[in-house]
Structures are given as structure tokens and as C-alpha cells.
């Protein structure tokens, strides 16, 4: 099949960077935009927000090709959030992208509002429903086939949990990226070590991740997902890894960056008292 | 409105009871040694909690998996136990069908599915609002398919359940859960209740909607119209006998349902009176063909048209 034509570039891309000061900036605006939209509800998915912060700074600011002002441009690499309760950490990466007015993440969550607190595809920057856990990678799978097929020259990152690791879906995806060789799909595993009902080593054991995506024929990495030199170290591995799909399975710690949400009992759904807000908001500032 | 998603559907209730469906299965298992639970990842989030926590060896976390939750629900009644195995609507159903048609329900498996979030309970869009629950498990040769209430039925249901042979798909009400029903209120299998009676009107009604139906009532008796009330908590295997009794003496009638309106309650009503032969005026309240928005409950209800008022408009309008 020939390549799609490809009209001319109407718009900026955003631009990438490896400057770890920058790339630690971005994280840190993102952290600010969780917290604000985190106190407009009042409870929630902060400590994910917060978590997954930096992986998200590292992909939107050092990996991904995309235009703000085009966000349905046919070449753009995608990214794929399969845990929709993730949507704040995503809005707030899409507002510091300029995909979406920072000033609109006050309605986050709010009745009729489009950044509803699980992601919806119809709102601008997102790729696909997610919420449903274990259908990001299977969808990934399908994109990254279709732009091969096309010739498009762009990849798909798709971001999945501890807890996706348990859907059946998630491995049935598995063995169809390693046997369509889909070496620009790139799984990032967020370790968080929580679910629903608790830690995944008491709900049911997911370890050793690096071994079993490794097994599946991923070429993968394991890094600590605070660690933007790591971070940036992997994605270059990828770029010289051809022949295979990459896992990147990223270990952080829920709440980062505010001490308060860091050193609480952990929990997947955070409620979270109104006077402790300043704290918060004052903790994130005093966080390097 | 902000912020309000998180609201539960006990805001405002007179009386409500805690987590009614954990501490029923609690009472049922401290005589029947036969019942065990299972959960997908969703202990804290659908009430079983109370039961694990009184029964851990009889207790399986299966980690968030549908298909395998519901396949080991039907292996552990093959080995002669009772597994009460609960997640949400959308996942039992949507994820997992061809593991409750086959293993459960072909296979006779004595497994109780309990599934939270039914309908317009959740505030979390299309991937959690379970709207078309009902008419898939319908759908399923042998299953009994159970809406209760309120948090009396649903204790009630839980334990009539736990002696009923044979696989059950019921809907929970989970978390502080009102209390609706009379306190003399007897579930039964496969039985509907008259719960007002009245000869202008008739609302039919399963689920959290009859305690909508039961206010439009009374509302409606206020302006001197007579609406009854029957409540229909188990859509299969359906009353007939009462149905079609209450169509023939009342036939200007509104269904009730936290539902899609095809495939469900409505459904079922229409199908019974094409088959009698009974000519009614039917208007249909529940969830129409859309996948809903994000937001509050009373949100929800009132832009989906599920509030005491929109049945009180239906009953004004099969009244014209
Ligand atoms: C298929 C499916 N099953 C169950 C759920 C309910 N649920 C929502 S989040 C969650 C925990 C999933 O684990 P993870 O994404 O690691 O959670 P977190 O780290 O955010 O606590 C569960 C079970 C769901 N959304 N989708
Ligand atoms: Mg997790």
C-alpha cells in the first residue's frame, strides 16, 4: 500500500528537549495543575496525578511528535492512556502541552464538563476511552499495525498500570506486539504499587514484570520513574532496539512531590480534608 | 455544580443501612459453610469486604480479572460450594458474558454474580454506568436476574439467593444505602409486590426507581389521581401471573427502570402483553440510546429523565 499523502505541516510540533531542568519544569507546572483541579473536587486521583507526573513531562516534552493546534494531524505519535482514573495527570499534561486552555482544568470533573474524571476520547488530546481497564494495549496493538500499514512514520505510547497487568486483555495484546514485531509501540507500566483493593503483591502478584514482558518478546527496561537521566536513557535504548515493541516498566511512588500525600496510608481514591490543601500546595513548592 | 460526582445515592435519605448486601451474605455464611466469596479487585468497592473479613479462608481475591473471577466462580460451585462473586455491572457483563452464559448459566453453576454500580449509580461515564446490565443477562438462558430496591430487599434477596439453586445475576446497592420499603416488605424469588394499589394509573417499576415511583404516587394522590405501584425486583424469571393481572385491571401504565428502556423491565412488559393479547397505553422511563455523560447523580437523573417528577410526567401523560 502506498504511503497516505500527508499534507504540508500547518501547524508547530512541540518542541522536545532533553534539558533535564526544563523537562523537571514542566513536571513541576503539571504537579501545580493536579493539585488545583485535585482541590476543585475536593478528593480523588491526586496521588495517581501526582505520580505519574514526570514519566508524563518526559513523554510530552522529550518523546512525542504532536501539534497543539492540530491534534487529529494523521502523522502524530499517539499516547494511549489506558487507566482512565489517570485523566488528571493527563489534563494536566495536555495543558502544559497547550492541547488544552490551562484555564479550563477549573471544570475538571465539574457536570457537563468535557475533562470528566475518567478521560473521554471526544476531548480534545485524548486517544481512546480508557476507564475500562485492559483495553489500552489491545487498541495500541491496532494503531501501531494501521500506521505501518500506511506508512506513517509515527509511534504509539501507551500508558497501562500495575493493576492493567492482571486483565487477561493486556498479555493477549502482549503476544500480538512482539509477534508483529511493532518495534514503535512502547508500553510504559506504571508501578505504583496500588489497586483498588490494595498493594497488586496482596491482590494478586504481578512480579517479576521485567521478566515476564521480557518473555513475551518486549524488549524491556525497568526504570524509577522520577528519574528523568533514566527516563531519557530509555527512550534513546528504544530508538536503537529495532525488531521488537518496548516495555519501559516505571516504578513510582503515588502523591510524589507532596509529602503529605506521599507519606499517607496508601489508597486508590484519596479523600483528602479541605484544610489540608495549603499544605499541599506549600509542600509541592518546597519539593526540588 | 462541582465536585459533586462523588455524591451517593443515599444523599437525602431518611434511613439508611450500611453496606446491607456484606452483612447479609455475613448472616447467610455463619449457618451455610458452603458460601464463599470472590472479588475482581473490587473488596472495598462492593461491600464483600465485611464478608472477607469475617471469612478470609473462605474468601479469594482473584486480582482485577473478570473472565477469571466469574470461570472460578463456576469451578468452586462445581466442587459443591456457594461463590458469591461480585464486581461491577459493566465488567461482569460486558467483559465476562461469554464466561456467565457458558460456565454459569449452560452449566447450571450454582454462582450468585453481584454487581455494583447499575445504571445512573456512578457518576463515571460510559465505562462504569452499567445501562444495559439487565437486558444482556435477560438475555442468558436459566439465569434469575434480580434489581432490588432499597438496602431491606437487598439483605432480603441476598439471603433468598444463597438458597436458591442455580446461577443468579443480582444488582447491588453498595455503601450507605437507603431504606425505602416497608420494614413488613417480604422479597421472593420471581415474585413482583403490589406495593400501592390504585385503579387510574400504574406505575411498574424494578430497582432504585420504585422508591421514585413510590414519591410520584404520592404526588399524584395529592391531585387526586390513583397510581399503583408494583414492584418488579426480579426481571427473570418474570411475574407474569402479576403483570398481566395488574395490565388487564390498569391499562394506562408507566414503566420504571435505571436502565436502557429497550431490553429491559419496559421490554419485558410489552413482550407480556403482545403475548395476552391485553391493550395498554405503555410509556416507557428509564435510559434512553445513549451512552451517558459524567457528573453528580441528581445531575444524571434529571438530564436523563429519571427523577419522581419525569414519572409523575409520564403518568399525566398516559392519562391524556
Ligand atoms: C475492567 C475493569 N475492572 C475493574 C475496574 C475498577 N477499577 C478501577 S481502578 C482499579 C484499580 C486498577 O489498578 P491500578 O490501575 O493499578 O490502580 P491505581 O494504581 O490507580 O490504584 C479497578 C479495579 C475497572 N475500571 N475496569
Ligand atoms: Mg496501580
Redesign the pocket.
Known amino acids: 500500500m502506498p504511503a497516505a499523502p500527508s499534507g504540508p505541516a500547518t501547524s508547530e510540533m512541540i518542541p522536545l528537549t532533553r534539558d533535564l531542568t526544563a523537562l523537571r519544569a514542566h513536571a513541576k507546572a503539571m504537579r501545580r495543575h493536579v493539585l488545583r483541579m485535585a482541590e476543585i473536587v475536593g478528593q480523588g ?1 491526586v ?2 496525578g501526582l ?1 505519574i507526573a514526570d514519566v508524563l513531562a518526559a513523554v510530552y516534552f522529550s518523546e512525542l511528535r504532536t501539534r497543539p493546534a492540530e491534534p487529529t494531524w494523521p502523522d502524530r505519535d499517539r499516547f494511549v492512556l489506558s ?4 485523566a488528571i495527570g493527563l489534563y494536566a499534561a495536555l495543558a502544559e502541552a497547550g492541547i488544552i486552555p490551562v484555564e479550563e482544568l477549573s471544570t475538571y470533573g465539574a457536570d457537563g464538563s468535557r475533562l470528566e474524571m ?1 478521560a473521554p476520547e471526544t476531548t480534545t488530546g485524548v486517544e481512546m476511552t480508557g ?5 489500552g494495549l489491545t487498541q495500541s496493538v491496532g494503531m501501531a499495525l494501521g500506521l505501518r500499514l500506511q506508512g506513517r512514520d509515527a509511534r504509539v505510547f501507551n500508558l ?5 497487568c ?2 487477561g486483555s493486556t498479555w493477549e495484546a502482549a503476544l500480538a506486539g512482539a509477534h508483529h514485531q511493532l518495534d514503535h509501540l512502547i508500553a510504559l507500566i ?1 508501578c ?6 490494595g498493594a ?1 503483591s496482596k491482590v494478586m502478584g504481578i512480579e517479576p514484570l521485567h521478566e515476564k514482558w521480557a518473555a513475551f518478546g518486549w524488549h524491556t527496561q525497568r526504570v524509577n520513574g522520577h528519574d528523568f537521566p533514566a527516563l531519557l536513557a530509555a527512550f534513546a535504548q528504544i530508538r536503537t532496539t529495532p525488531g521488537k515493541p518496548h516495555a519501559i516498566v516505571v516504578d513510582t511512588l ?1 502523591g510524589r512531590g507532596v509529602k503529605a500525600f506521599e507519606e499517607r496510608e496508601k ?3 484519596i479523600r483528602v480534608a479541605p484544610e489540608e490543601w495549603s499544605l499541599a500546595n506549600r509542600q509541592l513548592e518546597e519539593t526540588a | 455544580m462541582t465536585g459533586n460526582i462523588l455524591t451517593s445515592d443515599a444523599a437525602g435519605a431518611a434511613k439508611t443501612e450500611t453496606a446491607p448486601f456484606g452483612h447479609a451474605l455475613v448472616r447467610a455464611g455463619e449457618t451455610d459453610t458452603r458460601i464463599v466469596g470472590l472479588t ?3 473488596g472495598k ?1 462492593t461491600d464483600i469486604h465485611v464478608f472477607a473479613d469475617k471469612f478470609p479462608t473462605r474468601f479469594f481475591q482473584m486480582g ?1 480479572a ?1 473472565q477469571s473471577l466469574i470461570g472460578a466462580a463456576c469451578g468452586l460451585a462445581r466442587t459443591g460450594l456457594v461463590p458469591f462473586a461480585t ?2 455491572c ?2 461482569a457483563t460486558r ?1 465476562a458474558y461469554d464466561f456467565i452464559a457458558i460456565g454459569a448459566a449452560l452449566g447450571r453453576a450454582n454462582v450468585k454474580i453481584i454487581a455494583g454500580l447499575p445504571g445512573l449509580t456512578t457518576g463515571y461515564g460510559g ?2 454506568q452499567g445501562i444495559e446490565d439487565l437486558a444482556l443477562m435477560r438475555s442468558i438462558p436459566g439465569l434469575t436476574v434480580i434489581d432490588p430496591c432499597d438496602a431491606i430487599e437487598t439483605a432480603q434477596a441476598t439471603a433468598a439467593i444463597a438458597q436458591h439453586d442455580g446461577p443468579v445475576y443480582m444488582r447491588l446497592l453498595r455503601g450507605v444505602v437507603p431504606v425505602t420499603l416497608e420494614a413488613d416488605y417480604k422479597f421472593e424469588i420471581g415474585k413482583a409486590r403490589l406495593l400501592v394499589d390504585g385503579a387510574d394509573v400504574a406505575f411498574i417499576s424494578t430497582g432504585l426507581m420504585t422508591t421514585r415511583a413510590l414519591e410520584a404516587a404520592r404526588t399524584l394522590a395529592a391531585s387526586g389521581v390513583k397510581a399503583a405501584v408494583l414492584h418488579v425486583s426480579t426481571l427473570k424469571p418474570f411475574d407474569r401471573a402479576a403483570v398481566a393481572a395488574l395490565l388487564a385491571r390498569v391499562p394506562r401504565i408507566v414503566t420504571a427502570e435505571n436502565h436502557f428502556i429497550t431490553g429491559g423491565l419496559a421490554s419485558a412488559v410489552a413482550d407480556l402483553a403482545v403475548d395476552e393479547r391485553l391493550p395498554i397505553h405503555l410509556k416507557r422511563v428509564g435510559i434512553p440510546d445513549v451512552f451517558c455523560e459524567s457528573g453528580s447523580l441528581p445531575y444524571l437523573a434529571e438530564r436523563y429523565g429519571l427523577t419522581a417528577a419525569h414519572l409523575v410526567s409520564a403518568a399525566q401523560e398516559v392519562l391524556r
Open positions: 486521583y496521588g495517581q505520580g487507566i482512565g482514573h489517570y475518567s476507564g475500562s481497564l485492559g483495553h497501562l498500570s500495575d493493576g492493567e492482571q486483565e506504571d505504583n504499587n496500588q489497586q483498588a483493593d497488586p503515588m489508597n486508590h481514591f | 475482581a479487585d473490587l468497592y482485577m473478570e464486581t461491577y459493566v465488567f467483559r465505562t462504569h
